[in-house]
């Protein structure tokens, strides 16, 4: 079993900064793509930012320029640097990895339970 926990959230004016953190922790061979998602309610969970092995990153066009997203291997966490917020960034922040438990098993994916992040104006 692989556990995400999440941290860093918070409440933050317009303008500020946030750093969000997913630390994974069970049985790992390895992480491969690592992503945070965003919830807002009555919307969709929409992909935010994604990073891979090669430490390739993509993200939502919504959020280029503000966001950084980057992982630490030897600690199996990914961080989210969240820079100029804005209102629309406010909702519940979800860590998700693709995980490899054996090298005889495929990907599984998890999910962290969530970090409210509330952008006031």
């Known amino acids: 079993q692989v556990h995400l926990v999440e941290s860093g959230g918070g409440l933050v004016q317009a303008g500020g900064s946030l750093r969000l953190s997913c630390a994974a922790s069970?049985?790992?061979?390895?992480?491969?793509?690592l992503n945070w998602h965003r919830q807002v309610p009555g919307k969709q969970r929409e992909l935010v930012a994604s990073?891979?092995?090669?430490?390739?990153?993509n993200y939502t066009d919504s959020v280029k320029g503000r966001f950084t997203i980057s992982r630490d291997n030897a600690r199996n966490t990914v961080y989210l640097q969240m820079d100029n917020l804005k209102p629309g960034d406010t909702g519940v922040y979800f860590c998700?990895?693709?995980?490899?438990?054996?090298?005889?098993?495929?990907?599984?994916?998890?999910w962290g339970q969530g970090t409210q992040v509330t952008v006031s104006s």
């Open positions: 069970g049985i790992i061979f390895s992480l491969t793509t």
């Open positions: 998700n990895a693709k995980v490899r438990t054996s090298p005889f098993r495929p990907k599984d994916d998890y």
């Open positions: 990073i891979n092995n090669a430490h390739y990153t």
